[in-house]
């Protein structure tokens, strides 16, 4: 189970900070920060959520965004007035360490059997 600890980016040094992502890098933990997302979402006027979520819809994911703000709802309906390019595809697939860290692999004949005995 990862560490789960907040670091607002005005609360602490930047060598404070510094050690912190280090620290969650050495016990495993990837995606320590979002700029390679926000930077392909900036080419399109999109978020860091909408570069994410079209990054799915263009794999065919089904996806369910969940959201409480009005704003972010309307977000996440934001999808489809473009299309990621393939470099750009091929940039966030990239980031993909082919495993994972939540509940084990949905390719895993054994996950997939789990998940669907709970749906009966």
């Known amino acids: 189970m990862m560490p789960q600890v907040g ?8 060598q404070e900070c510094e050690r912190c992502v280090s620290d969650a890098i050495k ?11 926000e930077q392909i979402g900036k080419k399109y ?3 860091v959520a909408q ?16 959201s409480t703000h009005i704003e972010r709802m309307q ?22 360490e082919k495993h994972s ?3 084990g692999s949905h390719q895993n004949p054994e996950v997939v ?3 669907m ?3 009966k």
């Open 75 to 96: 977000q996440n309906l934001d999808l489809f007035d473009f299309e990621l390019s393939k470099d750009d595809m091929e940039i966030i697939s990239s980031l993909d």
């Open 117 to 119: 005995s709970i749906l």
């Open 27 to 37: 016990v495993g933990y990837r995606m320590i920060d979002t700029a390679i997302l």
């Open 51 to 66: 570069t994410a979520l079209k990054y799915l819809l263009q794999k065919d994911v089904i996806i369910i965004p969940k």
């Open 113 to 115: 059997k789990f998940f």
């Open 101 to 103: 860290l939540v509940i």
């Open 7 to 14: 670091y607002g980016v005005f609360q602490v040094s930047p």
């Open 45 to 47: 006027g999109k978020s």
